[in-house]
């Protein structure tokens, strides 16, 4: 499975964007995706993970509520919509995809394909 993030930029405190990540791969609807997120110094971090039929979904504490994760399996296509974005959501955004029976995976270790990231920046 090969994925592309896109959708990033520069957004001020408060605003929206959407994340997309494609992949390529007739068995992408078999996998579970997750978005990890990695600011400058730090370490890479768990956002959100969504089951691969899309039932089940998962996210980090810091953007429950302002976040949500979706998907749609005939598109090949995982999406992350972003409000009430604060000045802490900067980083670079990477998808990524599990195998594993559980859905709420957070740790890197678990996933097996990465994308290349997509820059987002928030500005006050």
């Known amino acids: 499975v090969q994925l592309q993030a896109s959708g990033g930029g520069l957004v001020q405190a408060g605003g929206s964007l959407r994340l997309s990540c494609a992949a390529s791969?007739?068995?992408?609807?078999?996998?579970?995706v997750g978005w990890f997120r990695q600011a400058p110094g730090k370490e890479r971090e768990f956002v959100s993970t969504i089951s691969w039929s899309g039932g089940s979904t998962y996210y980090a504490d810091s953007v429950k509520g302002r976040f949500t994760i979706s998907r749609n399996n005939a598109k090949n296509t995982v999406y992350l919509q972003m409000n009430s974005l604060k000045l802490e959501d900067t980083a670079v955004y990477y998808c990524a995809t599990h195998s594993r029976a559980r859905v709420a995976i957070t740790t890197t270790g678990e996933y097996d394909y990465w994308g290349q990231g997509t820059q987002v920046t928030v500005s006050s």
């Open positions: 791969g007739r068995t992408f609807s078999s996998y579970a």
